[in-house]
């Protein structure tokens, strides 16, 4: 069965960093990208970063470059979304999506983002 | 960056009714639109690929159609499982990958 399972939720402090991680199987890790995509209540899903999962290439929401890092383990099928310099506003649900038109997507990440 | 408006924001239908939710792009983005639906505290699952392409497992009574700036989702006769939030998504000269604002589908 092709499924994407992340990490759990998390609880951080402004300015600390969420690492998450997004574990594939059912499918062949390397032959598909990996999207990452937030919600934040209420809001509409807001496209974050994508990676080759092959070769590692990756590209960036101009809105978080600088502050996102997205890499991957291909050996473990794994890839991680990195998020630094954490502001109350990164509070959201973060998923991982597979392939350019997001076909199978993960359970979701809670991000929670308080002093 | 290409702006995604749909329509309506919102919907009332009943179950057997006929849905059209409308989707309409800031400039051209070929047929490279995906129709997603999300129920509360799930994860969106992809309905429609590239415009008009059913993704596995969907039932028949979804469809999509259009092509350059104006794109369409209609559910043919609404079952219950359908009343959702539908998201409209294009993935032409990214990034950024955009979405829409999302239309509530709601039971009349």
């Known amino acids: 069965q092709v499924q994407l399972v992340q990490s759990g939720a998390e609880v951080k402090m402004p300015g600390a960093s969420v690492k998450i991680s997004c574990k594939a199987s059912g499918y062949t890790f390397t032959s598909t990208s990996i999207h990452w995509v937030r919600q934040a209540p209420g809001q509409r899903l807001e496209w974050m970063a994508w990676?080759?999962?092959?070769?590692?290439?990756?590209r960036y929401s101009q809105n978080l470059q600088g502050r996102l890092t997205v890499t991957r383990d291909k050996y473990a099928r794994i890839a991680y979304m990195e998020l630094s310099n954490l502001r109350s506003d990164d509070g959201a649900v973060y998923y991982c999506a597979r392939q350019d038109f997001f076909d199978i997507w993960g359970q979701g990440t809670v991000v929670t983002v308080s002093s | 960056e290409v702006v995604l408006t749909q329509s309506p924001a919102t919907l009332s239908l009943s179950p057997g009714e006929r849905a059209t939710l409308s989707c309409r792009a800031s400039q051209s983005v070929s047929t490279y639109v995906a129709w997603y639906q999300q129920k509360p505290g799930q994860s969106p699952r992809l309905l429609i690929f590239?415009?008009?392409n059913r993704a596995t497992g969907i039932p028949a009574r979804f469809s999509g159609s259009g092509s350059g700036t104006d794109f369409t989702l209609t559910i043919s006769s609404l079952e219950p499982e359908d009343f959702a939030v539908y998201y409209c998504?294009?993935?032409?000269?990214?990034?950024?990958?955009?979405f829409g604002q999302g239309t509530r589908l709601d039971i009349k």
């Open positions: 590239d415009a008009s």
């Open positions: 990676i080759n999962t092959g070769n590692g290439d990756t």
């Open positions: 998504q294009q993935r032409t000269n990214w990034p950024p990958i955009t």
